[in-house]
């Protein structure tokens, strides 16, 4: 008796939901162009004496250990800007939702602060897949996203500002500075996604390009521990020197590894592009002393504006603490939108991105300028050496900004990696 | 209330809720946040047949739900490319065009049919595998969890087919419908809503037909039904696949309402994630495990939004409490308050000893 | 020649990693039938004891040795503190176990993150074992030799004590006929915690090794968790030998399938041949043959 009953009532939800389906008349794609056409308007009220912004970091999960960092020094920048009368005489109110590391829930996130909190504009993200998912909702609501993290480049939306590095201020900077220290042969060690693949293309076509010969190119699985078998392949390959992309806890396992088999930066120097200052302590300094890195910006740069940052950031947060590469592009995310809103006089999106070509700030990196066009930041690159303190000092510098260029397209030789 | 009205009134008021006052009652981003939780019951709705009902800890559901999304974020990856088309981030990280194994989810049709059928296929051949070999109880579980682990580096190591770690997303239409348009989004929504409802159904005929009767007995005492004369492997392998067959379509709906898919959706920890939903709810009940999972996703985003890590802590209490002290779940509460003289069966402790002593 | 060396040699020491990491669980999940998705995180408590105990000794050589039966004895105690509460009411469900120490595991990664910070810490390996060994134009890891040795004495230790002692008799007793141990008047309880003790107490140990290896950070348990349960299903329930065997013939399938492919392909690789083994033989390489029909 009741099978049939509750199949009346199935048959009726069905229908119900059928006919919703069929009665729909929702825009089809090509009416509606282009992701982003047809956004709803803007909710961001102007009207108090605060303008509410969103800090969207993982506060849980895997990546916490790196973004509450970034978390940390886009609050230190909020208070400082708040602390000297806000922007366009409005103070920061900052609502902070937590990614929890799953790209998933930043989508979700991010739609919550442009729609429900009705923020001014977004600073947050880490890894590439956690921008990859917000990218769309930032498009299709024309919000804004401020990335603070050195990324694979390929990628320039209208409606993110990236401060950290695209690919030729970090990566090809680290092959330049490689070819003057007289390093022939590359052996490029990375973690199995997506960074360390676009990056080893880059670096390959380089090599081709310059006469570099690659010994190998090994891949370990995120979080992959045992590294036995790729060290001693690089071992056995005798590179002149190894190119590092690994991510995470793996670089610890490799550079145990590396030290226990006897292998030194003298003999053969690993560069990494994903080592920082908070990063070497889990590592062990006696394990990767003498190590070369590359990033725009370390904590012993000797400027006063660097050294009023650091003062800043230890005395809010302890002397403990150390500055990093993706702290200081998030800390400067923040001054950067301060520039563009105060250049535009008005929070409007579509103002603030007209007015964002060409606003520079002096950074603790140096002086950084947004390109209008790409929406990268021009910076410095720097290559540094772990030295004995777990500290990271500059070695090298590429003396001037370099120009963004996400899609390598002013370098002949790349001409074949980005169609 | 009469029993025999209790189902059926159940169905209608959920069909109201969904239908009617949910559209009615949340702002928009709030609507597409319970679309994503639906998806996650719709998962919990197979889950609860195979694991409450058969006694079968699936720990890799994200590997069928993986696949379904997969297949559809391959689709409107394609559509959005247009005829002949390469994705843009195929086109952006290789140059060898379109891999031949993502031509035929060009079609629709093709697409529909694989995302139905092909998570049950590999559920089907995998079940029969283990099951007729009696691998079960704990080997069966921590096989399946191996399988997640195994899928999702697979995933991540192949960029150029899979998006690798950042996975697909970036999706602008749905089968011609653009995805920004909230018209769209609604009838995603509902279309999730009445996913959930007919699931529910088939499981609920399943459950009180002589096959659902089979499974509990399978669950119970393996070895009695097998002298009875029925081969519990296929009984099993039927529940297992039907788990799959909802994991693949709910995966499939949440590439479109959520907008990307990656290997963080289909590893270990989501896979077991997706437990705790149906074993709060009350795993064996039919209504159970879909209202846990819907209540366990809201309160992750509530938490999580005011004390991050209070929310890691809550789920471990939750896991560590409900389980080990109301195995039943909150519906073997409500049904003990209700019935206080006789303890009602779905109250027992679940699954029969089956190690291999 | 070399590269056979070298392979072979990796793939044990592989396989030693794993067989630390899944002797305690050889014995709480095969011969208890707890599954305790918390082993990990036992082994992780065991990492950051030798921290603790480095930054309060100082000198890394003497701290090393102290941990281990320091990192016991936590792991020890956290294992009968989980059993006594938690694991005691579940016996007649095993697979609930497993999520309910799931939830513990996530329980007390949280509780490090608290504690010791999100991001991983150091423990310095001791003089005496950094760098390699040259052996016949060789070189081998010392930390390496070291684990693989302390690996063989975990499981010697642990079969003797089986073998030999009167707890060893309870616990194989409790295991092959639990109602007739109880009759013959043995407390199957206070055998259950002391095996779920020892248990737990190798996972510490296990810790301290694998300090040598990887970072310390309240993650470290769930790298291995998952390949430990695959040993000791591949090696069979009830017996500790097979765990022996399929560690190392796990490892030097990983060491040697990453060889001549990649890492990521070993992985997916062997798990597709642990799949196929259990095809052939569901029960892993040793059963205990009982008369039970389950």
Known sequence: MTTTRSRRAIRAAALLAAGLVLSACGARVDAAGPAGAAAPASCVDTSGSEIKIGFLNSRSGTMAISENTVFDSLSLAAEQINATGGVLGKRLAVVAEDGASEPTIFAEKAQKLIRSDCVAAVFGGWTSSSRKAMLPVFESNDSLLFYPVQYEGLESSKNIFYTGATTNQQIIPALDYLKEQGVRSLFLVGSDYVFPQTANKIIKAYAAATGIEIKGEEYAPLGHTDFATIVAKVRDAGAGAVFNTLNGDSNVAFFKEYKNLGLTPATMPVISVSIAEEEVGGIGVDNIVGQPVAWNYYQTIDTPTNQQFVDAFTAKYGAGRVTSDPMEAAYTSLFLWKGMVEKAGSFDVAAVQAAAGGVSYDAPEGTVTVNGENHHIAKTALIGKIGADGLIHTEWSSGKPIEPDPYLKTYPWASGLAS | MNKRWAVPAAFAVAAVLLFAVAPLALSPFRLDQLGRYLCFAIVAVGIGLAWGRGGMLTLGQGVFFGMGAYLMAMHLKLADAGPGGTPDFMALISSDGVPWWWEPFRSEVVTLLAILLLPAAVAAVLGLATFRRRVRGAYFAILSQALAAAFAILLIGNPTGTGGSTGLSGFRGFFGFALSDPANRLVLFFTAAGVLLLLLALARQLMVSRYGELLVACRDAEERVRFLGYDPANVKTVAFVVAAFTAGVAGALFVPIVGIVSPNDVGIVPSIGMLIGVAIGGRTTLFGPALGAIAVAWAGSTLSEQFPSGWTYAQGLLFMLVIAFLPGGLAALAWRRARPAAPAPSAQPVPAPSGGN | ?294
Request: net charge positive.
């Open chain 3, 1 to 294: 020649m070399a590269v056979l060396v070298t392979q072979v040699f990796n793939g044990l020491s592989g396989g030693s990693i794993l067989l630390l990491a899944a002797l305690g669980l050889a014995l709480t999940f095969g011969q208890m039938g707890v599954i305790n998705m918390a082993h990990g995180e036992f082994i992780m408590a065991g990492a950051y004891t030798a921290y603790v105990m480095q930054n309060v000794l100082g000198s890394a050589g003497l701290s090393l040795l102290v941990s281990l039966p320091i990192a016991f004895a936590v792991g020890g105690v956290l294992g009968v503190v989980l059993e006594a509460t938690l694991l005691r009411r579940m016996y007649h469900r095993p697979l609930d176990t497993l999520l309910v120490t799931w939830g513990v595991s996530l329980v007390l990664q949280q509780l490090a993150r608290d504690v010791f910070g999100t991001a991983g810490v150091d423990v310095p390996a001791p003089g005496w074992l950094s760098g390699p060994v040259e052996v016949l134009g060789f070189s081998f890891p010392r930390t390496r030799l070291f684990i693989l040795l302390l690996a063989v004495a975990a499981f010697l230790a642990l079969a003797a004590a089986l073998r030999f002692t009167a707890l060893g008799r309870r616990i194989r007793a409790t295991v092959q006929n639990r109602p007739l141990a109880e009759t013959s008047g043995i407390s199957t309880r206070a055998t259950d915690r002391l095996t779920f003790f020892i248990g737990s107490g190798l996972a510490g140990v296990a810790g301290v090794a694998l300090t040598l290896m990887g970072s310390i950070s309240p993650n470290l348990g769930t790298s291995y968790i998952v390949d430990a349960f695959l040993v000791v299903v591949v090696g069979g329930i009830g017996q500790i030998r097979g765990a022996v065997i399929a560690a190392f013939l796990l490892g030097v399938a990983q060491s040697w399938i990453e060889y001549s492919t990649t890492a990521s392909i070993a992985k997916v690789l062997v798990f597709a041949l642990i799949v196929a083994f259990l095809q052939v033989r569901p029960q892993g390489i040793f059963t205990v043959r009982t008369r039970s029909l389950a």
